[in-house]
């Protein structure tokens, strides 16, 4: 009899990646930056309305400034992979937050590979990665919802022990 079994309900996954490009206003830059998370994704990008009018910004409530998209499986942790060569697999520790998630940015989209085209420009965008384990699924379906345990949720720290193992990702003291 094996002395140790790995616990497959305790591996720790990406549930999805949250791709974010705020512009700040509507019109063709948004648009713009739509394509740029299109060609990121491949998906349709989604768009986030103003909440409320801030005359210093320039802008108007439930006026479009913002697209995102969510992307799931294999193709976020390509995309994470991307994101974080740019980073160059450093990350502070106060990225993480204390359910175990963890987001940051980038300065240039081109840095991860897509073909810069004047026609588009260079747009900044934020990664926000939310992990879990199998089973957490019980907290979302329709039917006979529950709560997950607190010993089954991914703290700070599984999750920074995970980006260490998973990336062999670095861990520093200062904001960048």
Not at 97 to 103: A, L, R
Not at 104 to 116: N, Q, S, T
Not at 137 to 144: D, K, L, N, T, W
């Amino acid at each position: 009899m094996a002395s140790e079994k790995k616990n497959p309900m305790r591996d720790i996954s990406i549930k999805k990646l949250c791709l974010n490009i705020c512009v700040g206003e509507s019109g063709d830059r948004l648009t713009r930056a739509a394509k740029v998370l299109e060609q990121l994704s491949g998906q349709e990008p989604c768009f986030s309305k103003a909440r409320f009018t801030v005359r210093s910004f320039g802008i108007r409530r439930n006026e479009k400034i913002s697209c995102w998209c969510t992307v799931r499986g294999a193709k976020a942790e390509e995309i994470l992979e991307r994101g974080l060569k740019v980073k160059e697999y450093e990350l502070w520790k106060g990225c993480f937050s204390d359910e175990g998630n963890f987001g940051f940015g980038i300065d240039e989209h081109i840095d991860l590979g897509i073909k810069y085209d004047p026609n588009i420009g260079i747009y900044g965008m934020d990664f926000f990665v939310v992990l879990g384990r199998p089973g957490y699924r019980v907290r979302y379906r329709r039917r006979a919802k529950t709560r997950v345990g607190t010993k089954h949720k991914v703290t700070r720290e599984e999750a920074q022990k995970w980006f260490q193992s998973k990336f062999d990702g670095i861990l520093t003291n200062k904001k960048h």
